[in-house]
T-cell receptor, first 109, second 111 residues
C-alpha cells in the first residue's frame, strides 16, 4: 500500500460544478502539500497545510490530522481548472515529499 | 525573478548510453530535490541536497544514478548505462524552507 493515496484517479465535471479530491496518508507528517500539474509537466504549489483549512480564490484545502486525511475542493469549476492535482506528504522527519498518484480533472464547458 | 530551470527539456538516447540532466535552482535556495515521474504516476523522490552535500539519497534506484551539486547551486543528475525503464520526466525543485518550487522537468526517453 502506498503511503499517500488519492481518490478518485480521474474526475470529469461540468463547468460550475463543485469538485472534491481526497488524499489519505499513513505516515506521520509535518505538512501536506497540494500541487497542480498542467499538460507539459509544470508543477505549481497550491497549498501547504499542517492543520485546519486554507482558501485561495475558488480553491479550498482542508486537513484532519487525527484521521490522516486531506481534501482539495474546487468551487464553481472552470475548464481552465483541468489539470492533474497531486497531494504530497512531507514526513515528520526530513524534507522530502512523498506523492500521491494524482487525480486527473477534466472540466467540460 | 527566474524560477527553477532544467535542461534539456527533452532528451532521447539509446539504451546503454550515459546522460546528464541539469537543474538551475532559484538563486539563494539552499535545498535542491530531484524527483522522477513515470507516465500516469505521481513523482517519486530521488535525492535531496542541502548546500553541496546530499542529505538524503535514499530514492536513487541503483548505482547507475548519481547526482552532484559541487558549488551548492546548479545540480547535475547523471545516469549511466541507461535502460528503457529509466524513461520518465525528471523533475527538480528548490526551496529555502518548507515550500518547494518545481522546474519544468526533463523528459528522458531511452530507446
Amino acid at each position: 500500500k502506498n503511503e499517500v493515496e488519492q481518490s478518485p484517479q480521474n474526475l470529469t465535471a461540468q463547468e460550475g460544478e463543485f469538485i472534491t479530491i481526497n488524499c489519505s496518508y499513513s505516515v506521520g507528517i509535518s505538512a501536506l502539500h497540494w500541487l497542480q500539474q498542467h499538460p507539459g509537466g509544470g508543477i505549481v504549489s497550491l497549498f501547504m497545510l499542517s492543520s485546519g483549512k486554507k482558501k485561495h480564490g475558488r480553491l479550498i484545502a482542508t486537513i484532519n490530522i487525527q484521521e490522516k486525511h486531506s481534501s482539495l475542493h474546487i468551487t464553481a469549476s472552470h475548464p481552465r481548472d483541468s489539470a492533474v492535482y497531486i497531494c504530497a506528504a512531507r514526513k515528520a522527519a526530513g524534507n522530502k515529499l512523498t506523492f500521491g498518484g494524482g487525480t486527473r480533472v477534466l472540466v467540460k464547458p | 525573478g527566474a524560477g527553477v530551470s532544467q535542461t534539456p527539456s527533452n532528451k532521447v538516447t539509446e539504451k546503454g548510453k550515459y546522460v546528464e540532466l541539469r537543474c538551475d535552482p532559484i538563486s539563494g535556495h539552499t535545498a535542491l530535490y530531484w524527483y522522477r515521474q513515470s507516465l500516469g504516476q505521481g513523482p517519486e523522490f530521488l535525492i535531496y541536497f542541502q548546500g553541496t552535500g546530499a542529505a538524503d539519497d535514499s530514492g536513487l534506484p541503483n548505482d547507475r544514478f548519481f547526482a552532484v551539486r559541487p558549488e551548492g547551486s546548479v545540480s547535475t543528475l547523471k545516469i549511466q548505462r541507461t535502460e528503457r525503464g529509466d524513461s520518465a520526466v525528471y523533475l527538480c525543485a528548490s526551496s529555502t524552507g518548507n515550500e518547494q518550487f518545481f522546474g519544468p522537468g526533463t523528459r528522458l526517453t531511452v530507446l
